[in-house]
């Protein structure tokens, strides 16, 4: 505990470090918004190094989620102001959809459903599902985008394992019913 408390301090002395250099410069915004991240960033790092479950930093992991949005131009409803009615989804958004489908497809492959296979089942039930203009080839790159973990956001990495885990845990001896009951629950959206 005190290692991880040691890096708490550290992490947030870089935070202010960044976030005190750029506040009094003219364009310092986007200095100042990487400072909050940092300090946002150790938070969630000792939280973890603690053992604080993922479902308690929730909230902190969609505030982290928001900044990252924001810097990257995104637009997120945690920064949006609310308009009455509808608004797009944000890319957080889509994002947690897509790590559905790639645990979909890693359950299917841990199945020993061939990767081609499994690609192109996983299409095809969101195609029969009402999703259009899904292939094969979509499917692959968002499985291979966060399973790989080259997807930036770690929000969406922790809840592309937390699916995969709580599936086998569930079906520990049948992944390919683990990834049908998974595509069972995917929420729906329009892409």
Not at 27 to 40: K, L, R
Not at 73 to 88: E, L, V
Request: net charge positive; hydrophobic share 45%.
């Amino acid at each position: 505990m005190a290692e991880a408390m040691k890096r708490l301090r550290a992490g947030l002395a870089e935070a202010l470090a960044i976030y005190d250099g750029c506040a009094k410069t003219p364009d310092g915004e986007a200095g100042v918004q990487a400072g909050a991240v940092n300090a946002v960033d150790a938070v969630v790092t000792f939280l973890d190094d603690s053992g604080v479950p993922f479902d308690d930093q929730k909230p902190l992991l969609a505030i982290l989620a928001a900044f990252r949005d924001h810097a990257s131009g995104r637009r997120n409803d945690i920064f949006a102001i609310k308009k009455k009615g509808g608004h797009p989804r944000t890319l957080s958004q889509d994002a947690a959809w897509w790590a559905y489908v790639a645990a979909a497809v890693t359950l299917l492959v841990n199945a020993k459903v061939r990767k081609r296979a499994a690609l192109a089942n996983v299409a095809d039930s969101l195609r029969k599902s009402g999703i259009k203009g899904i292939t094969a080839t979509k499917v692959e790159t968002w499985h291979r985008e966060i399973s790989t973990e080259r997807y930036v956001d770690p929000t969406i990495i922790r809840l592309y394992r937390d699916m995969l885990d709580a599936a086998n845990k569930k079906h520990p001896k049948s992944p390919r019913l683990a990834a049908e009951e998974l595509l069972e629950t995917l929420p729906i959206v329009k892409l």
